[in-house]
């Protein structure tokens, strides 16, 4: 069974959307098969965003995702990766269509890093190396 790692970010945490993020996850059919709730360190974040590195918002996205705790979730289900996708919506939360995580939760707040309430992985080998970076 596929898996994928979910990370409700810092900005979902301190706006009290953690169980909304979760109950959606759950509706739509996915088992929630681990979890917790962590402040992430700049080291970990730095193999999880490896591929941001150099990048004019990476430094931003590290500040932001080391601010406060976080809920880290491993998600089981068949194409897990691709539905929880569908369901947070476009990266750009003004973008994010109505119905997606994004959409109906998420705004611009002016700040350097599109704060966007959550992660899902990419790809299964992005998954299998986020979950073994963050479990
Ligand atoms: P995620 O990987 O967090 O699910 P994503 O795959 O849609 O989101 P990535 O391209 O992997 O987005 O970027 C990782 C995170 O970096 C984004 O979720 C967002 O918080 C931030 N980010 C990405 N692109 C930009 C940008 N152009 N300006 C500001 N912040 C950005």
Redesign the pocket.
């Known amino acids: 069974i596929e898996r994928t790692l979910v990370?409700v970010?810092p900005d979902g945490f301190r706006r009290g959307l953690t169980g909304e993020v979760l109950r959606r996850i759950e509706s739509k059919g996915y088992v929630l098969a681990d979890l917790h709730i962590t402040t992430p360190d700049r080291e970990r974040l730095a193999r999880h965003?490896e591929?941001?590195q150099g990048?004019?918002?990476y430094e931003?996205?590290v500040d932001?995702m080391s601010s406060g705790p976080a809920t880290f979730v491993v998600v089981e289900g068949h194409r897990c990766i691709e539905g929880f996708?569908a369901l947070?919506g476009?990266?750009?939360p003004t973008k994010a269509l109505p119905g997606t995580i994004r959409g109906d939760l998420g705004r611009d707040w002016g700040e350097?890093?599109?704060?966007?309430i959550?992660?899902?992985?990419?790809s299964p080998e992005s998954a299998a190396r986020e979950i073994s970076i963050w479990f």
């Open positions: 990370i970010k965003y591929e941001h990048k004019p918002f931003p996205l932001f996708r947070a476009a990266t750009d350097k890093v599109q704060a966007n959550v992660h899902g992985s990419d």
